[in-house]
């Protein structure tokens, strides 16, 4: 599965947004089938910036068709929902190194 840092020199969240966007269409358009960002969780631990305006447009994105699916990095595993969607869409997901480890700083997308 292909890996893009959206949070690599310390981006505003627009911007990293705007990188993941980019990724999402150059990479479906490429006939990749699954990205990993990685987005951080916030200096907190409770989720940043980058991290909830991700999710937010990927909700956006998945409701216009622009994507499959997607799974945030704590529910990457086989006892949660969104784990079992998009594992049941790519089997192969299940082979990647953060399958059932939480991993709150990344979210998988089915493109």
Same mark, same amino acid.
């Given at each position: ?38 987005? +951080?969780?916030?200096? #907190?631990? $409770?989720?940043?910036?980058? =991290?909830?305006?991700?999710?937010? !447009? ?24 969104? +784990?079992?969607?998009? #594992?049941? $869409?790519?089997?192969?997901? =299940?082979?990647?190194?953060?399958? !059932? ?11």
């Amino acid at each position: 599965m292909l890996e893009v840092n959206i949070e690599y020199g310390f981006p505003t969240t627009e911007q990293a947004i705007a990188k993941m966007v980019s990724a999402i269409v150059v990479n479906k358009h490429n006939g990749v089938k699954a990205i990993k960002i990685i987005h +951080g969780y916030g200096s #907190t631990g $409770r989720g940043g910036a980058i =991290k909830l305006a991700c999710k937010q !447009k990927l909700i956006s994105m998945k409701r216009l068709g622009n994507i499959r699916d997607f799974c945030e990095g704590e529910q990457f595993n086989s006892n949660s929902e969104a +784990g079992i969607r998009v #594992t049941s $869409r790519l089997s192969n997901l =299940k082979g990647d190194r953060d399958w !059932k480890i939480p991993n709150p700083g990344i979210t998988v997308v089915v493109l």
